[in-house]
C-alpha cells in the first residue's frame, strides 16, 4: 500500500531552528542536517510499519549521523505517514504530545 507524506506545519519550524543552530556551529553543516533528514523520511517511507509505537499511536525513526528523531504516525483513513515532529533525541517527546491526535 503506497502511503502519501504530510506533516504538520510546526516541523517546519522545528527543522528551521535545527539548521539556524547547525549553521551556527559550522557554515554548511545545515545543508548536511537537511539531507540526512531527508535520508531519514525516504526510509521511513518505504518500510513505516517498520518502526515501532513509542507513545500512543506514533512512531520514531532516527537519522543516521545527526541525534534527531522524526515523529510520525500512519492514518489509515487518509492512507498517509503524517510528521508530526522533527526533534533532538535528547528533548522530551512529550513536547509532541499535542502534535498526535488521539488514538
Known amino acids: 500500500m503506497a502511503l502519501t507524506l504530510h506533516y504538520f506545519d ?13 549553521k551556527h556551529q559550522r557554515p554548511g553543516l545545515e545543508k ?11 526510509r521511513l517511507q518505504k518500510n513505516p510499519l517498520g518502526y515501532e509505537v513509542k507513545y500512543r499511536n506514533v512512531r520514531t525513526a532516527f537519522t543516521e549521523v545527526f541525534p534527531y528523531a522524526v515523529h510520525f504516525y ?6 498517509q505517514i503524517v510528521i ?11 513536547l509532541t504530545y499535542d502534535r498526535s491526535v488521539d488514538e
Open 84 to 94: 508530526i515532529a522533527i526533534i533532538h533525541q535528547r528533548r522530551d517527546p512529550r
Open 10 to 22: 510546526v516541523v517546519k519550524v522545528d527543522i528551521i531552528e535545527a539548521k539556524d543552530w547547525y
Open 32 to 42: 548536511e542536517f537537511s539531507r540526512e533528514v531527508k535520508r531519514c523520511i525516504q
Open 74 to 79: 500512519i492514518d489509515e483513513a487518509t492512507k
